[in-house]
């Protein structure tokens, strides 16, 4: 039986690349809880008080906390609106456009009611947690993952 890659419809074998993209996830959550056990942020943490800038938004989009984009209960939908998961090439996507599609975007759902895998709502906690040690995410996973774990990156 072959199996066919769900993006490129290509058959796949053992040499198969897949894109990382919500695996990466993981380390966001571990991150989190890491910040969430040290009392750098707490589950009332709001995302909008960590961006690096200012913009008018409604009273509901300002009330999403990093614990609702780790929960995913955030309201976000699954990616920005100008991003389709089938052919999603973030290589050229910004944090400029991150932060831009954050503030354009409608929310699905009230911020706390409904559970919604969000990979936009992950990519905002990620910069969310960047933004509070000035550390790029990398540096994060390197400093509070793998090199406690004595891992090689």
Known sequence: TT???SLTNLP???TTIYPIGCLSSIFIYILFNIFLATGSVTHD???IDLL???YSISEKK???T???LATHSSGLPFLPS???WEVADLSSYSLNDLFTDFFSTDLQSEPGTEYSYSVFGSA???HALSAITEQSYEELIHSHILQPLQLKS
């Open 3 to 5: 199996i066919f890659h």
């Open 12 to 14: 796949t074998s053992s």
């Open 45 to 47: 943490t709001n995302l």
């Open 52 to 54: 690096p800038f200012e």
């Open 62 to 64: 300002a009330s999403i």
């Open 66 to 68: 990093l614990f609702q």
């Open 82 to 84: 100008r991003l389709k």
């Open 124 to 126: 905002l906690l990620s």
